[in-house]
C-alpha cells in the first residue's frame, strides 16, 4: 500500500521537546502577547488577517444538498464584527450567557464567535438534545440570548426558561415571551465593531457534560486555554498551512467545538464541515471530494466504516496522511485496518471536557502501542496513583491523575463549587479513570472508578436516564447500565420494573424508548429494555449497577454483604 507524501512532524522529537517545553514559549503567537487584550474570537479572526491569512478559507462547508460554501478569514471577521455590534446594541453584555442550539455551519460558527467577541459566555447545545436536555442546560446557566435554527426551535420550551429573552434565528419568526432576531438583519446593518477584550482568565464557554447524579456540569472554560489548543492542534493534529482538515464531531460537545473551530483556525488551517447525519459512503466522497489529509474522529465512527465495508484507502483518499481519535478507547483492530488500507494508523488521544484539551496523546514522533492512550502531551505530568494521592509503580492498576495547572483546565464547574472541588487532590486533578503506565511511559485505560457510560463517543449519565425513565406515569423504578457492544463501545440497557397493572411488553419498550429520546436525547435512548420483578439495591435504597452489570455479563457479583436482605439470594430464607 502506498504510503502518502508526509511532511516532517511538527512535534519531531518527543523527549527532547518534552525536557525543554514551556507554556510560554508559544505567547509570541498571540496578538495579547504584545496588546495585553485578550479576546479568543479576535484571534481566530481579525488577528489571522492581520498575519496575512485574510484571503484564505476559515471554514469550507459542504451543504446538506451537496452545495458547498466557503468564508475567507477576512469575511469571518467582518460578518463576526457586524453580528457582534448587533449583539451589543440589542443589549448582550460581557458576561452574559449565550446558547448555541443549531446545526453546525457556517452561520454557526459566525454567529458563536460574535458571541465570544461581545464578552459573551457560548454555551453550545448538543443537535439531538430533547426539550428536557435543552431546558435544564439553559436555565442551569441562566442565558439570555439563544441562536436557534428553524428546524430545532420546536424543541425548546420557552415558558420553562424565563431568563431566555432574545432568540437569534435563521428567520422571521414569533415566539411568545421572547423577541427575535434573523441572523440576516444582523449582517445587513453596518455597526462599528465593538470588541470586548479580557484577559486569559476571562471565560467564554460553558461545555455542558453527564455527570454520576442526574444534573449535568456545566464546565467553564477560560481564555487560556488558547494556549493548549495551539500546542495540541500543532503536536497532536499535526497541522501544517496547506493542510485541508475535518472534524466529525458536533460542537455541542468539546471535541467537536473545540477541534472543529478552534484549534485549527488559530494555525491558520482551513476546517472542513460536512453539514448532516453520518453516512458511511457520503463521508468518504466527502474526504475525496475535499482532499481531506487530517482526519479527527471517534472510534464508534471507525467501526461503522469498516462493518459497512467503506473503500476508505489510498485510491478513494489519497490525501488523506494523518488520523487521529478521541472520545473512547480505540480498538487495536481499528489501527490495523487503517494500515491495511491506507497505510498509516489511528493516532488515539485522551482527554475530557474538565481538562479543555487534548491531554495524553500518540504523536507521529514516538512508536504507537495499539490499545494505548499514548503518552502526555510535552508541558502535562499525568501519573497512576492509589486512594492516598501517593504516585504507583509501573504496571500498576490505579486512579489517573493529572498534575495541575495546565492552560485548558477548567475554571470550575457552574453553579456546583463542591463539585469543582471533588475533581482535586493534593495538587493532582482526579479523572475517574482507571488506568496503569507501563516502563515506557505509555498509558492504558482500563475502565471508569463511577457508573458513567461511554457510547458512540459520548458520555451518559446512567442516573439522567433513571430519572427519565421513572417519571413515566407507567415506571415504578429502572436501573440502568453499559453493555459491551461490538460497534458502539457500549449501548445503554435499562432494567425496568413497571407500575401494578401496567402490561410490560415490546408496545412499552418503544414507548419508553420514544420517551427518552424527546425528553433527553437520542444517544440516551436504551437499546435494550429488560422489564424485572426486583433491582437489586443496598439497605438505604441506591440501586447496585454493578450487581446489574455483573449479571449481564454473567460475572461474578462481588460482595453483596450491602444489599438488601430481600434483594441478596445468599441472605434469603429459602
Known amino acids: 500500500m502506498p504510503h502518502p507524501s508526509q511532511p516532517t512532524p511538527n512535534l519531531l522529537d518527543y523527549e527532547k521537546t518534552r525536557a525543554a517545553f514551556s507554556w510560554d514559549d508559544f505567547l509570541p503567537e498571540f496578538s495579547f502577547h504584545k496588546s495585553g487584550k485578550v479576546n479568543y474570537a479576535f484571534e481566530i479572526t481579525d488577528y489571522q488577517v492581520e498575519k496575512g491569512n485574510g484571503d484564505k478559507f476559515a471554514i469550507i462547508a459542504q451543504k446538506s444538498n451537496g452545495d458547498v460554501e466557503r468564508i475567507t478569514f477576512k469575511e469571518l471577521a467582518d460578518a463576526s464584527n457586524a453580528i457582534a455590534a448587533n449583539l451589543r446594541a440589542h443589549g448582550l453584555k460581557p458576561g452574559d450567557r449565550f446558547g448555541l442550539y443549531a446545526s453546525k455551519s457556517i452561520e454557526y460558527v459566525t454567529v458563536l464567535f460574535a458571541a465570544i467577541k461581545c464578552g459573551a459566555i457560548a454555551v453550545p447545545l448538543f443537535e439531538a438534545f430533547g426539550k428536557d436536555a435543552i431546558a435544564d442546560r439553559l436555565a442551569d446557566c441562566g442565558a439570555t440570548w439563544l441562536y436557534v435554527n428553524d428546524r430545532l ?24 415571551g421572547v423577541t427575535t432576531h434573523p441572523v440576516a438583519d444582523f449582517l445587513k446593518e453596518d455597526k462599528t465593531p465593538m470588541i470586548v477584550f479580557g484577559d486569559l482568565e476571562t471565560p467564554f464557554i460553558i461545555h455542558y457534560t453527564s455527570g454520576s447524579t442526574a444534573k449535568p456540569k456545566g464546565i467553564l472554560l477560560v481564555q487560556r486555554a488558547m494556549i493548549g489548543h495551539l500546542v495540541t492542534a500543532r503536536y497532536v493534529l499535526d497541522l501544517h498551512p496547506e493542510d485541508k482538515y475535518w472534524n466529525t464531531g458536533d460542537p455541542g460537545w468539546v471535541t467537536g467545538m473545540v477541534y472543529n473551530f478552534f484549534a485549527p483556525l488559530l494555525l491558520g488551517v482551513a476546517a472542513h464541515i460536512y453539514e448532516g447525519p453520518f453516512q458511511p459512503m457520503e463521508w468518504t466522497n466527502f474526504m475525496s471530494r475535499f482532499g481531506i489529509t487530517v482526519w479527527y474522529s471517534t472510534p464508534t465512527a471507525f467501526r461503522l466504516l469498516r462493518y459497512y465495508g467503506v473503500p476508505i ?4 483518499t489519497p490525501a488523506l496522511r494523518h488520523i487521529v481519535s478521541a472520545g473512547e478507547p480505540l480498538n487495536p483492530s481499528l489501527i490495523d485496518w487503517t494500515m491495511e488500507n491506507v497505510g498509516i494508523p489511528i493516532h488515539d488521544s ?13 504523536y507521529r514522533a514516538i512508536p504507537i502501542r495499539k490499545g494505548s492512550m499514548g503518552k502526555p502531551l510535552p508541558g502535562i ?10 504516585e504507583l509503580p509501573a504496571n500498576t492498576k490505579g486512579r489517573l491523575a493529572v498534575k495541575t495547572p495546565w492552560p485548558g483546565l477548567m475554571k470550575t464547574v457552574w453553579n456546583n463549587p463542591a463539585k469543582f472541588d471533588s475533581y482535586f487532590e493534593d495538587g493532582w486533578y482526579i479523572s475517574g479513570d482507571m488506568a496503569y503506565q507501563d516502563r515506557d511511559g505509555y498509558f492504558w485505560f482500563q475502565g471508569r472508578e463511577d457508573d458513567m457510560i461511554k ?99 454473567n460475572e461474578s457479583t462481588g460482595d453483596l454483604s450491602t444489599m438488601d436482605v430481600e434483594m441478596n439470594p445468599e441472605k434469603s430464607e429459602d
Open 313 to 316: 484507502n489510498s485510491e478513494n
Open 455 to 553: 457510547s458512540a463517543a459520548e458520555r451518559i449519565s446512567p442516573f439522567e436516564i433513571e430519572s427519565a425513565l421513572v417519571a413515566h406515569p407507567k415506571v415504578a423504578e429502572a436501573g440502568v447500565i453499559g453493555k459491551p457492544h461490538d460497534l458502539y463501545g457500549n449501548i445503554v440497557k435499562a432494567f425496568v420494573l413497571v407500575k401494578p397493572g401496567v402490561v410490560a411488553d415490546d408496545t412499552l419498550k418503544t414507548e419508553l424508548q420514544r420517551y427518552v429520546r424527546e425528553t433527553l436525547a437520542a444517544h440516551e435512548v436504551p437499546r435494550e429494555i429488560e422489564f424485572v420483578e426486583k433491582l437489586p439495591k443496598t439497605r438505604s435504597g441506591k440501586i447496585m449497577r454493578r450487581v446489574l452489570r455483573a449479571r449481564e455479563m
Open 153 to 176: 426551535v420546536k424543541n425548546v420550551d420557552f415558558a420553562s426558561n424565563p431568563t431566555v429573552k432574545d432568540v437569534l434565528c435563521d428567520s422571521a419568526i414569533s415566539i411568545p
Open 381 to 390: 505530568r499525568a501519573a497512576i496513583i492509589d486512594e492516598k494521592a501517593q
Open 350 to 362: 485522551w482527554y475530557m471536557t474538565e481538562n479543555g484539551h487534548q491531554l495524553i496523546n500518540n
